[in-house]
């Protein structure tokens, strides 16, 4: 078993969707959470990252934390076309530990 | 701007060569990191380095080999040893744990893809 889980998609929505993205993980340790975006033939870039369990907003995209049931979201509303791309959720311990990465999903939004 | 870059965009390599990929930030991090990145797999740790003259393996460092002379720089050498070496490179930096709040959020390069002919 991974230690974090990624449904690969692909995941198509029409413009102005609100768009649900998942990952679970086995690791209890985890306890920083990031969601980083990657356009095609291009590296990832940050979007979010949120520390334990809980809620983070920023402007249309919004990060979930449950770590009781090992589970984070990132939810996109009002998504457009410019949101296609692919979401890797993210995810370490404390310290200086390496990152691990779900495999990604791919997202495209259709005018 | 400050950044990351990677370079050659493309490589085409014949087998049994070396290739080395070129990865230079100027955003003063200590921390570097080579992934490799196949479909479906997602990102995989080949090496990474904490501070200068320092590396240690990632997951699957077989068949590939660094050196961190200066603190800008992070090449990578995909050696002949690597059966499957095509797939997209990925370097990246960061700010180690104790200065960024342990988030240890990485930056990442464009990105080299390497194809083996």
């Known amino acids: 078993q991974k230690e974090v889980e990624q449904d690969p998609g692909p995941l198509s929505v029409p413009e102005g969707a609100i768009v649900s993205l998942n990952c679970t993980y086995s690791?209890?340790?985890?306890?920083?959470f990031m969601w980083y975006r990657q356009y095609s033939r291009k590296g990832p870039e940050l979007l979010m990252y949120t520390y334990s369990s809980g809620n983070k907003e920023d402007g249309r995209f919004t990060a979930q934390v449950d770590k009781s049931s090992k589970y984070i979201s990132l939810f996109i509303r009002d998504s457009q076309p410019s949101d296609s791309a692919t979401y890797l959720c993210a995810m370490k311990g404390t310290g200086f530990q390496k990152l691990v990465f779900g495999t990604g999903t791919r997202l495209l939004v259709s005018p | 701007d400050g950044g990351i870059t990677q370079s050659p965009k493309y490589l085409f390599r014949k087998e049994g060569q070396n290739v080395t990929l070129s990865c230079e930030q100027n955003?003063?991090?200590?921390?570097m990191y080579w992934y490799r990145q196949d479909p479906g797999q997602g990102l995989r740790l080949i090496y990474y380095?904490?501070?200068?003259?320092?590396?240690q393996k990632g997951d699957i460092a077989e068949g590939y080999s660094v050196s961190r002379e200066k603190k800008e720089s992070f090449p990578l050498t995909v050696t002949s040893a690597q059966k499957n070496p095509t797939a997209f490179y990925l370097c990246?930096?960061?700010?180690?744990?104790?200065?960024?709040?342990?988030?240890?959020?990485?930056?990442f390069g464009a990105g080299s893809r390497l194809t083996v002919l």
């Open positions: 380095s904490q501070i200068v003259n320092d590396f």
């Open positions: 690791n209890s340790a985890f306890q920083y």
């Open positions: 955003l003063n991090h200590d921390a």
């Open positions: 990246a930096s960061s700010i180690p744990a104790g200065y960024s709040s342990g988030a240890n959020v990485l930056t």
